[in-house]
């Protein structure tokens, strides 16, 4: 049966904020969270071990996009971290991608899942062409990287909700899809754009939803979170 799983983006700029947000949850939830640049450059790797020893699982959203030998050499360092999940960018072509995967396997075998920026969901129609000369559209632009991403060993990729169905049609059904923008229906968008409710992710196919404010500035953490996996898994 497929695994749907919900990922609180712990968007924090400090460590007492994520372990004082983490504490709100009754001991036996352990929600998977993913951690980002702005808490993981101001508050470095302890963070992150102190957050595995309480148990949670981690998508660490570092999105590396260098050349092969420095991506391959990183990932070694943060495959260390017992991480679940972290990811690169497409754009770093598919040796890069290559090198990050054999870089994050560990000795017997084991690796977090490693994952694809395609796109950046800020990155337009019109500055796809204009700032990266891309003359393909963001679709076709997209499912090529998707792609990619696929033929380079990946495990699957970030990308909205809506992209989901696009992207299993190119690089399969197994092929994971992790996708923010997710709403509640009767909340704000804030700056998203191409929102959809955790139930609405579930038909689209989503295995994954990355949930930000709608739990993290809830007024009960907790309960938006349940709500997530009502609706989602
Ligand atoms: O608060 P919100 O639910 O909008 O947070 C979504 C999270 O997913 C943030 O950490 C954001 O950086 C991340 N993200 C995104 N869109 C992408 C890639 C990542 O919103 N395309």
Same mark, same amino acid.
Request: net charge neutral; hydrophobic share 40%; glycine share 6%.
């Given at each position: 049966?497929?695994q749907r799983e919900?990922?609180?983006?712990?968007?924090?700029?400090s460590?007492?904020?994520v372990l004082?947000?983490?504490e709100?949850?009754?001991?036996?939830?352990?929600?998977?969270?993913?951690?980002?640049?702005e !808490?993981y450059?101001?508050t470095g790797?302890? @963070?992150? /071990?102190?957050i595995? *020893?309480?148990?949670? +699982?981690?998508f660490? #959203?570092?999105?590396?996009h260098?050349?092969?030998n420095?991506v391959r050499?990183?990932?070694?360092?943060?495959s260390e971290l017992?991480?679940?999940m972290t990811?690169?960018?497409?754009?770093?072509?598919l040796p890069?991608?290559?090198?990050?995967?054999?870089?994050l396997?560990?000795?017997?075998g084991?690796r977090?899942?490693?994952?694809?920026?395609?796109?950046?969901t800020?990155?337009?129609e019109?500055r796809?062409?204009?700032?990266? !000369?891309i003359?393909?559209?963001?679709e076709a @632009?997209? /499912?090529?990287?998707? *792609?990619?991403?696929? +033929?380079?060993g990946l #495990?699957?990729?970030v990308?909205?909700?809506?992209?989901?169905?696009?992207v299993k049609?190119s690089c399969?059904?197994s092929f994971?899809?992790?996708?923010?923008g997710i709403?509640f229906?009767?909340a704000?968008?804030?700056?998203?754009?191409?929102?959809?409710?955790p139930?609405r992710a579930r038909?689209?196919?989503?295995?994954?939803?990355?949930?930000?404010r709608?739990?993290?500035?809830?007024?009960d953490?907790v309960?938006?979170?349940?709500?997530?996996?009502?609706?989602?898994v």
């Amino acid at each position: 049966m497929k695994q749907r799983e919900v990922i609180i983006a712990c968007d924090f700029s400090s460590r007492e904020e994520v372990l004082a947000f983490l504490e709100r949850f009754p001991a036996g939830r352990k929600p998977f969270v993913k951690i980002g640049m702005e !808490l993981y450059y101001s508050t470095g790797p302890e @963070t992150v /071990r102190e957050i595995k *020893r309480r148990g949670h +699982r981690i998508f660490l #959203d570092l999105k590396l996009h260098d050349i092969p030998n420095t991506v391959r050499r990183t990932m070694r360092v943060l495959s260390e971290l017992e991480v679940d999940m972290t990811n690169v960018h497409a754009a770093g072509t598919l040796p890069m991608m290559e090198a990050a995967l054999e870089g994050l396997t560990r000795i017997d075998g084991s690796r977090p899942k490693l994952i694809a920026v395609t796109q950046l969901t800020s990155t337009s129609e019109e500055r796809l062409h204009t700032d990266l !000369l891309i003359r393909e559209g963001m679709e076709a @632009t997209i /499912r090529h990287y998707a *792609r990619n991403a696929a +033929r380079a060993g990946l #495990d699957g990729v970030v990308c909205s909700p809506w992209e989901a169905a696009m992207v299993k049609e190119s690089c399969g059904p197994s092929f994971l899809t992790v996708t923010p923008g997710i709403r509640f229906a009767d909340a704000a968008a804030d700056d998203q754009v191409r929102i959809a409710t955790p139930a609405r992710a579930r038909e689209l196919g989503s295995d994954y939803i990355v949930v930000g404010r709608p739990v993290t500035a809830a007024p009960d953490p907790v309960a938006a979170y349940e709500r997530c996996l009502e609706e989602f898994v």
